[in-house]
């Protein structure tokens, strides 16, 4: 299912950058000003990369896979959704030079969206390391959200599931327990 996640996230994020009209001279995610990228991120926080691994998508029909990077940030401070020291993101930008990559060891600020319970950034966002975020970061002010410890995860999928699982177990009962009380009739 995590698979399924990300290959999804990478089809929006390949779809996102073919349609849009970006012009490679501007720096990330400069078509929106910091109040319309808080606005539209799921999450926004200021982090530094612990580290990086490359992943592939399952073999489509034609055999081929595509990589993504899951990127692992320790938070430093929040404004928006993430309240834990730790959180793990995917971004297709596998490319030193391209809009949401990242490296080992670097601080970024990071707008993050989020699809089921996989994070993600994409080379529209305005990610950027923290050097190059100086009107983001004014306009964002000190961190709003308290961090704990642990690594941020969100469990809707397990939970949903779980409820489904149920809903359908008890609706198959339900199903069983009637067909045993009506009598069989014969022609």
């Known amino acids: 299912m995590k698979l399924l996640t990300v290959f999804a996230l990478i089809l929006i994020c390949s779809v996102l950058a073919l349609s849009s009209d970006i012009d490679l001279d501007r720096p990330c995610g400069s078509s929106m000003n910091p109040e319309q990228a808080f606005e539209r991120a799921s999450a926004v926080f200021l982090g530094r990369v612990l580290s990086i691994e490359t992943r592939h998508t399952p073999r489509t029909r034609a055999g081929s896979t595509t990589p993504y990077h899951e990127v692992k940030l320790k938070v430093e401070e929040s404004w928006k959704l993430v309240d834990r020291r730790e959180i793990t993101l995917t971004t297709q930008n596998i490319s030193p030079t391209s809009c949401g990559s990242f490296d080992v060891g670097e601080k970024y600020l990071v707008y993050a969206?989020?699809?089921?319970?996989?994070?993600?950034?994409s080379g529209l966002s305005r990610t950027n390391r923290v050097a190059n975020a100086r009107e983001d970061l004014q306009m964002l002010g000190e961190g709003r959200i308290r961090l704990r410890s642990g690594e941020f995860r969100t469990y809707r999928i397990f939970v949903y599931g779980v409820v489904t699982f149920i809903l359908i177990l008890l609706a198959?009962?339900?199903?069983?327990?009637?067909?045993?009380?009506?009598?069989f009739r014969s022609t």
């Open 113 to 121: 969206d989020r699809l089921n319970d996989t994070f993600f950034v």
């Open 172 to 183: 198959t009962g339900l199903i069983l327990y009637r067909m045993s009380k009506k009598p």
